[in-house]
């Protein structure tokens, strides 16, 4: 049995590519779910990759599944924080349910998916960690105020997780994509759509391949020195330092 990696998210659109990616890197892939039990199952019949079912919001459903994972296909050596939500709206209309829920999903399962397997990484001297953050994490976005902070404290955790593990074999890195071609973002009304697309530099909108190639690195023994690092991945449409 090769390496485990453990992607959120893992079944639909970016998630999706990102493990069948894995899988095809010869990593044995335990992917998470939160509620479309149909779409999962497909997806493991289609690929042959485990499936999991619980919301990365809960810590305990976190600490549980992990533990579940651990015990059916092995303990995790890459953990791909992929999973996230949205819920746009104007700040000054915003609710705190809609606050709380993106902050929750997309930032605080950071802590809730990788305390659970960090401590196995130390002792086996090997772990990748790879999250996900955004464009809007960087730049910032109209009616994104809660989903702009969530992946912007994904880039701090990032970097603060690098250097304490750094020396335990350990890296820890974050993409940033910007727009990508699923389909959540087909979904967006067609002039708007156009809209972004004049945008970005590339003239068009990201693969979901693309990103899951540049995690498949991360993930590899080749990114042994590389650590602590947010990579943007968006066609030119915001360059940052990081």
């Given at each position: 049995?090769g390496r485990v990696a453990l ?126 953050s955004s464009i809007n994490g ?105």
């Open positions: 049995m992607v959120t998210g893992g079944t639909r659109g970016i998630g999706a590519a990102i493990a069948t990616g894995l899988k095809s890197a010869g990593y044995t892939v335990a992917a998470t779910f939160a509620g479309n039990v149909e779409k999962a199952n497909a997806f493991k019949a289609e690929t042959g990759i485990a499936v999991f079912q619980w919301d990365v919001a809960d810590p305990d459903a976190c600490a549980n599944g992990v533990t579940a994972v651990t015990s059916e296909v092995g303990p995790v050596d890459v953990l791909v924080n992929n999973a996230g939500i949205t819920r746009d709206g104007w700040f000054h209309k915003m609710d705190h349910t809609a606050w709380s829920q993106v902050i929750a999903t997309n930032l605080g399962s950071m802590f809730s998916m990788t305390r659970p397997v960090i401590e196995g990484m130390r002792d086996r001297g090997f772990g990748r960690i790879i999250n996900i960087q730049k910032g976005q109209l009616g994104q105020v809660n989903y702009s902070t969530a992946k912007a404290g994904v880039i701090g955790f990032t970097k603060a997780l690098a250097l304490e593990n750094a020396r335990k074999g350990i890296t820890v890195n974050c993409i940033c994509p910007g727009y990508i071609d699923t389909d959540m973002v087909a979904a967006v009304p067609e002039k708007v759509l156009e809209g972004i697309i004049a945008q970005i530099p590339v003239g068009r909108l990201g693969k979901a391949d693309e990103i899951s190639a540049l995690v498949a690195y991360l993930a590899s023994d080749a990114s042994a020195f590389m650590t602590g690092a947010v990579l943007t991945i968006n066609g030119g449409q915001y360059m940052a330092n990081g």
